[in-house]
């Protein structure tokens, strides 16, 4: 999983821990939705320092 490491909504920064680095990103796309800047995504969705981000649902602890 990748760990949030810093999301500012003011600052519109998002930066991400996934494997051996660290990503900040600048666009982002969810699922079935365009991609949009950072600050665009951090104002419609509620992430947090320490949320995870998941590349597939194998990888969700608990699911089958």
Known sequence: ?????????????????CGEGVLQ???LQAPGR???????????YDLNEGDQFYTSSSEI????
């Open 25 to 27: 990103c600048l666009k």
């Open 61 to 64: 602890p608990g699911s089958p």
């Open 34 to 44: 365009r991609a949009m800047e950072t600050i665009d995504f951090l104002n419609g």
């Open 1 to 17: 999983p990748c760990t949030v490491l810093r999301a500012d909504r003011s600052a519109g920064e998002l930066w991400i821990a």
